[in-house]
């Protein structure tokens, strides 16, 4: 028998309870949609028989993601997992670290928007130092408030000076400040598995925007760098183009926002040193600075 086959039959016993007992009825019915909605322990765990597995937004209990990470730490079938938007917090955080760092064959993890705080965040940097499956992390959104972002930060970048596995990271939003980048721009220098990374949103300023752009200088494998919403400034935007002058690998550079000639003249250099590096056919595809178009319809718009 069918899953929509139990759901038809389960619905028209509830008809029938409701039809004998309208007070019944309504409570077996609320018990039925809770259980769509949250899925049993038992559930979650025949769903890590799968190669991919969604268990975004569910409002998993903290029993429930601590049963889940017990039985990740062992499952050598599931290779992408998806718990965005569980508010996992520092426990789950700490839970599914534990399983990453146990577990050989999930190669993507998306632990966004989860609120996993300090403890949970370095937990997870820890796990990935010792993790040599992983691929894809996406660590976006996860309230690592005040220091916390720079502890995480700094946890992250120990972790890719050790790692060799991972080649996306996504940070956009945790607040890494200055100390964070400046961890992470050092890690950089001489990681050799990163192709992507999202610093966007973190509160970077001219510093550590200027170490990262130094670290192009001998990085060989980073193809694109998203580094938008911070507060990088002209010095380290200027930074970024000498670096590009010998960094030979970088493709796509999403840069600060505009705000006078000295930057448009500098995206106009990002992007003149970066267009002869992609392909003609991907073109459409490939941000540099900006979208070309935008920048330059911009630009235009500015110039008349």
Known sequence: ????????ILLAIIIVIFVMSPAMGVGVLAVFLAAQVMPSVEALNDKLLYLHTDLSNRNLEEDEVIELANVLATNTSLQTLNLEGNR???????????????????????????????????????????NSSLETLNLRFNSFYNDGGAVVGTALADALRTNTTLTTLDLHMNTMGERGGMALASALETNTSLTSLNISGNQIHSNAGTALANALRTNTTLTSLDIGTNFIGDAAGRAFVDALQTNTSLTELVHFSVSNVRQWEIIDDINKLLKDRVA????????YAFPA??????????DS
């Open 1 to 8: 028998m069918n899953e929509s086959t139990k759901v038809i």
């Open 88 to 130: 996992l917090g520092e426990v789950g955080g700490v839970a599914i670290a534990g399983a990453l760092e146990r577990n050989t064959t999930l190669i993507s993890l998306d632990l966004s928007h989860n609120r996993l705080g300090e403890r949970g965040g370095v937990a997870v940097a820890n796990a990935l130092a010792r």
């Open 280 to 287: 003609p056919e991907r073109g459409p595809l490939v941000k």
């Open 293 to 302: 178009d935008m920048i330059y319809g911009q630009k235009r718009k500015r």
